[in-house]
């Protein structure tokens, strides 16, 4: 069945960008999305990016994917203590109708 | 306020004793699912909704019941529950499928439901 990876932890100081990859392993996915935790939270949908597109910006956040290595990630610029959460990325064929989550990264900003 | 509201929030109960999560969206949403997560596994779909009277099962159905009879809400029946269902639910919903690259489809996530079996 479909795989989602993710590393489980990342820790960067505040002010600093932030990289969080995953990987997939279904070539069907068309859809790829990123998602926030915060504690005691349900999960934000941050943004998404269509397997035709190579990048999407939205102010601080960079979704770049590389469908031929089936890798994306998100990147988060000048990131700020208010980041800190897990991030779930995900993926589908189909839409919200039906996603594969990944396991999440918790990402922990200093001061 | 647009909202998805889960109840009860937290619950610790029995084996076998029948129970029921609601879920109810004030967004006039048509689609709506539920998920569980677990440490390690991220979140795995249970049951979706396309409208009211449309069900269908996610990845991990075995021991669960939804119904739709109102667009607004969702619940999550666990008829006879066992400690492999030990988990934190989340409900959720949305108005388009996310494929459109409409603004309007965007999906909300309620605050999530922590059931312990013993």
């Known amino acids: 069945g479909e795989d989602v990876e993710q590393s489980l932890f990342l820790s960067v100081r505040e002010g600093d960008s932030s990289v969080i990859n995953c990987t997939y392993t279904?070539?069907?996915?068309?859809?790829l999305y990123w998602y926030k935790q915060e504690p005691g939270a349900g999960l934000q949908l941050l943004t998404y990016i269509f397997s035709n597109m190579d990048m999407k910006q939205d102010q601080r956040l960079t979704v770049l994917l590389n469908k031929k290595d089936k890798h994306l990630s998100l990147r988060i610029a000048d990131t700020q203590t208010g980041d800190s959460a897990i991030y779930f990325c995900a993926e589908s064929e189909t839409g919200f109708q039906k996603l594969v989550f990944g396991t999440g990264t918790r990402l922990l900003v200093s001061p | 306020e647009a909202q998805v509201t889960q109840n009860p929030r937290y619950l610790i109960t029995v084996t076998g004793k029948k129970l029921t999560v609601t879920c109810s969206q004030n967004?006039?949403?048509?689609?709506m699912s539920w998920y569980r997560q677990d440490p390690g596994l991220g979140l795995r779909q249970i049951y979706y909704?396309?409208?009211?009277?449309?069900?269908d099962k996610g990845d991990v159905p075995e021991g669960y019941k939804v119904s739709r009879k109102e667009k607004r809400n969702f619940p999550l029946i666990l008829e006879s529950p066992s400690p492999n269902q030990t988990s934190l639910y989340f409900c959720?919903?949305?108005f388009g499928w996310g494929s459109s690259g409409r603004i309007t489809d965007t999906q909300y996530f309620g605050p999530g439901t922590r059931l312990t079996v013993l």
């Open positions: 279904d070539s069907s996915s068309t859809y």
């Open positions: 959720a919903s949305s």
């Open positions: 967004m006039n949403h048509e689609y």
């Open positions: 909704s396309m409208n009211v009277e449309v069900t």
